[in-house]
């Protein structure tokens, strides 16, 4: 017995785990340094080991003390560590003394690792000095040039250059080019403590492209250690095998979705808390041979399936993604329709609506709704739900008749298994043509199969909610008929939004149109990508990607590719189209 299970643990195949090597300062208060580095790559599913450069009595309130570790200590705990133990990318933080600097030098030289990540760390969020303007020489002559990424705020970036003022975006653009010069591969000027900016500005310099990174400005006290931990993110996602700008991405994402779930917590009485690294995130450790990260290219044709118009022309959900995508459809949204539930939903509504006229007549029957189950509702029983609170709010307490119920959570059930497999079969197809695959509606069916992304409506999962269940790398996009929801999709975190319906469409009834005139107003509004959705074909792309919007990136397609005999021949007219529209 014994031995059997010895033979089987030797006949599993060995794993690799990405791995970092951080070489930082320790942070007694845990929200900075070594400690946020170890905490960050916990979270995104990535091996840390630890050189420590130095360990500081710090807390919320500021830095009390610092101790230096020796340098040939230093040395040790890097020897120890990189011929040991496979180090992908090693990622440094304080790096007190011009000695520890030369040892680090020495050592990457003898034992050369993926990649070199420097967050040229010099002063604490507080305002104490961590390590001082006598290693601005040596950082630069000594570790600047191997970096493949450097990550300066601007108060760093602002020493390197010799103490130039930092204080616009184009500022911080000139600052990136002059800090490329020093011979990092890249540069991220970050602006978090940038004056006056509603927003959290990076700028991103591969030494031929600017790329200027934004995300919604948290308010929140506890920021301390983002920088650390947004340095540390990118170099996990390079280990995975990320390419530098998805990692810059993902890592920034990381660190918006971080603190806007911990804005509210409170640790310490100083004025700058720690955060919590640990939320609820999906570490995708698994690789896929689909970049990760969001391009909003990826929204131009963009096919939204039909289980029923599958059903109607006999073709499996398989064969139609199949079809579009070798057609040229360059994202995919899975959307599961299913009709004998919505009967079964208006049934139940027309049910709740007769008990409800009844009670408001008679006002005396003592009945209760059952409990919602903890699985997600599929959207036609959402729509009795709601049907049925508002009902609720109205005082009436309706029991319904539990046959009816057993039939609703029996469908549902199968219902969602269905979905599963669809899901799961589509991924297989997306990911073999590199094409994203996203969930409408169901995060439960994203997390179950691991799908690239969501496509929320209104009144589903907001957002921000679904941003802490799927991770930073995963795409969110949100259905939007005003700029006010525009605005709103932006705050909570979401890649893209879809705008319409714009004109009248039989596959959604009661959908309130917006024209092309309302998609403008919503593009003009919105700082994210729009993709256009509601009725459109090929009669009317061209008109709607001619409106003059330069975020708007896309069509979102049903009818005019599923219900129609040949997909393929479809959506290879189509996909010619709009690549002409995009060139006008
Ligand atoms: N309040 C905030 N909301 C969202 N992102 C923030 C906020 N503050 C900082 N960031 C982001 O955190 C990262 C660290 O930036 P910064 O605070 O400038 O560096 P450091 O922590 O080294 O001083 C950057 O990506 C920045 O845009
Ligand atoms: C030991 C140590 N290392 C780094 C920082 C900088 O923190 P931040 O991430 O806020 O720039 C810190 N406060 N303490
Ligand atoms: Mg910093």
């Known amino acids: 017995m014994q031995e059997d299970r010895t033979l089987m643990a030797s006949n599993h195949t060995k794993m690799k785990i990405p791995h970092v090597l951080t070489v930082a300062g320790s942070d007694s208060g845990a929200g900075a340094g070594i400690q946020a580095d170890l ?37 040790e705990q890097l020897k120890s560590v990189l011929s040991d133990m496979q180090v992908d990318v090693v990622k440094t933080g304080m790096l007190p003394s011009l ?84 011979g990092p591969r890249n540069v991220l000027v970050k602006g978090g403590h940038l004056p006056d900016s509603s927003d959290a500005i990076d700028i991103f310099f591969d030494g031929q492209d600017f790329y200027e990174l934004r995300s919604s400005r948290i308010k929140t006290r506890n920021t301390h250690g983002t920088g650390c931990s947004l340095a540390s993110c990118i170099a996990a996602e390079l280990a995975k095998g990320s390419g530098m700008l998805p990692a810059v991405k993902v890592a920034k994402r990381y660190v918006e979705t971080a603190l806007d779930y911990s804005k509210d917590i409170v640790i310490g009485n100083g004025p700058q808390g720690p955060f919590d690294h640990l939320l609820r995130l999906k570490s995708s450790v698994k690789s896929s041979c689909r970049q990760v990260g969001f391009n909003p290219s990826d929204l131009l044709l963009y096919a ?22 070798e057609g040229g459809a360059t994202i995919v949204q899975l959307r599961m329709t299913n009709s004998l539930l919505h009967l079964i939903a208006f049934m139940i509504g027309v049910v709740v609506l007769q008990i409800d006229h009844y009670n408001a007549h008679i006002g ?92 929320v409506g209104q009144s589903d999962m907001p957002a921000s909610v679904a941003r802490t269940f799927l ?43 917006v024209g092309l005139d309302g998609l403008k107003t919503v593009c003009e509004a919105s700082k994210l990508p729009v993709v256009a959705i509601g009725g459109i074909g090929a009669a009317n792309a ?36 709009l690549k002409e529209a995009a060139s006008m």
């Open 39 to 75: 905490k960050a790559c916990a979270a995104r599913g990535v091996y840390c080991s630890t050189v420590i450069t130095a360990v500081t009595a710090q807390n919320t309130v500021g830095v009390q003390g610092v101790n230096i570790v020796p340098e040939d200590f230093v040395a």
């Open 99 to 182: 000695g520890i600097i030369s040892v680090l030098n020495q050592c990457l030289k003898e034992f050369p690792v993926r990649a070199l990540v420097v967050d040229p760390v010099m002063v604490s969020t507080s305002g104490d000095v961590l390590a001082g303007p006598s290693i601005l020489a040596e950082l630069r002559e000594e570790l600047l040039h191997m970096a493949d990424i450097i990550t300066p705020n601007l108060k760093e970036a602002s020493a390197l250059l010799g103490g130039q003022q930092l204080e616009t975006v184009s500022d911080m653009r000139a600052a990136a080019k002059l800090l490329h010069e020093m």
């Open 304 to 325: 939204v399936t039909d289980s029923r118009m599958n059903q109607k022309w006999s073709r499996s959900i398989t064969d139609a993604v199949k079809a579009a995508i």
């Open 364 to 455: 005396s029957l003592n009945i209760t709704i059952p409990k919602r189950r903890k699985t997600m509702p599929s959207p036609g029983m959402e729509m009795s739900f709601k049907k049925a609170s508002r009902l609720i709010s109205l005082k009436c307490f309706i029991n319904f008749p539990p046959v009816l119920i057993c039939a609703v959570e029996w469908e549902k059930d199968a219902e969602t298994r269905e979905f599963l497999e669809a899901a799961k079969a589509c991924l297989e197809i997306c990911h073999s043509h590199g094409i994203p695959l996203l969930i409408n509606d169901r995060i439960d069916i994203a997390l179950a199969c691991d799908a690239d992304g969501v496509h």
């Open 471 to 513: 991770g930073p790398e995963k795409i969110i996009g949100v259905s939007c008929k005003t700029p006010e929801q525009a605005h709103q999709a932006w705050i909570d975190g979401a890649d893209y939004i879809g705008c319409g319906g714009v004109f009248p469409t039989n596959t959604k009834a009661n959908n309130l149109t």
């Open 542 to 577: 061209r008109a709607v990607m001619e409106i003059g919007a330069f975020n708007l990136r896309g069509v979102a397609v049903v009818s005019a590719l599923f219900d129609r005999e040949c997909i393929l021949t479809e959506t290879r007219k189509f996909h010619a189209l």
